[in-house]
């Protein structure tokens, strides 16, 4: 059975994409089968796979609106090692063309119901927004990870998301959790950002994941060449780091 999990955080700039897809290729090195689902309009991490969105003959618009299923929309990657349900600018338009419709929140969860014995993960990366798309995301979800910069407002920044995963929690979706805040970005000579960090840790405990992603320069390089970080540069900190998260992910999984 996947384990289906949202990146998620309502600003932008955070880290969600490059969290989605160095996980999804971090994952898929440690064998797992993995599907990256893009549900951002603006398709940073289809490009990010090595998947051109204006070249993709359905995408996950299609799935939403029921015209596709994941399988058929759904392509592999074969330099990333996952398959890429893809988003392109199209997506933006579901927003509206979802709210006529009937269970509009559930049709992704319903979607991936079909190909949950294909995949051991499922990761979804989701618009800087708490819009219908990302809620698509969270009501699929068993889990959702918050990647975040040890910042000074960073504690005050995640009020809105907590109370939105507790609501869909409460109304929509009684699997869906915080799996966990994982720190990004991440600079230990900035002792502002140590400081957040300590605080973090003792606010959330074990909701904070132990692996802790540097600011490393191959991370953000890595997607004009169409790669996550992870495939691009396998020796770079930061790409050892998605790794070692991705192995930390398999065994909190297991303890789930
Ligand atoms: P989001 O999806 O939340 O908008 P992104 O993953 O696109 O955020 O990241 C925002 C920017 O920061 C991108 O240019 C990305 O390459 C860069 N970036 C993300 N993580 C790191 C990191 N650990 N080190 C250096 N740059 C990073
Ligand atoms: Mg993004």
């Given at each position: 059975m996947a384990k289906i999990f949202c990146v998620a955080n309502q600003k932008g700039g955070v880290g969600k994409?490059?969290?989605?897809?160095?996980?999804?290729?971090?994952?898929?090195?440690?064998?797992?089968?993995?599907?990256?689902?893009?549900?951002?309009?603006?398709?940073?991490?289809t490009m990010g796979s090595g998947v051109d969105k204006r070249q993709m003959a359905l995408s996950v618009y299609d799935v939403l609106l029921e015209s596709a299923s994941v399988a058929e929309a759904?392509?592999?990657?074969?330099?990333?090692?996952?398959?890429v349900l893809g988003a392109n600018r199209e997506l933006a338009g579901a927003e509206v063309e979802l709210v006529e419709v009937?269970?509009?929140?559930?049709?992704?969860?319903?979607?991936?119901?079909?190909?949950?014995?294909?995949?051991d993960f499922v990761l979804?990366?989701?618009?800087?927004?708490?819009?219908?798309?990302?809620?698509?995301?969270?009501?699929?979800?068993?889990g959702v990870i918050v990647p975040m910069q040890c910042e000074y407002f960073a504690l005050e920044g995640l009020t809105?998301?907590?109370?939105?995963?507790?609501?869909?929690?409460?109304?929509?979706?009684?699997?869906?959790?915080?799996?966990?805040?994982?720190r990004v970005m991440f600079d230990p000579r900035i002792t502002l950002?140590?400081?957040?960090?300590?605080?973090?840790?003792?606010?959330?405990?074990?909701?904070?994941?132990?692996?802790?992603?540097?600011?490393?320069v191959r991370l953000a390089e890595a997607p004009s060449y169409g790669l996550p970080g992870v495939?691009?540069?396998?020796?770079?900190?930061?790409s050892q780091a998605f790794v070692a998260f991705a192995q930390e992910m398999v065994a909190r999984i297991v303890k789930l």
């Open positions: 994409t490059t969290t989605t897809v160095n996980l999804a290729a971090g994952l898929a090195k440690v064998g797992q089968r993995v599907l990256m689902v893009d549900l951002d309009p603006q398709g940073n991490a759904a392509v592999f990657s074969e330099k990333c090692g996952y398959h009937e269970r509009r929140e559930k049709r992704l969860k319903t979607a991936l119901a079909e190909v949950d014995a294909a995949y979804i990366d989701c618009p800087p927004s708490l819009s219908m798309l990302t809620l698509n995301g969270l009501c699929a979800a068993h809105d998301l907590v109370n939105t995963i507790k609501q869909v929690h409460a109304n929509l979706n009684k699997d869906l959790a915080i799996i966990g805040l994982l950002q140590q400081q957040v960090s300590d605080q973090l840790k003792s606010h959330f405990g074990d909701k904070v994941f132990d692996t802790v992603i540097p600011r490393n495939v691009f540069d396998p020796s770079a900190r930061g």
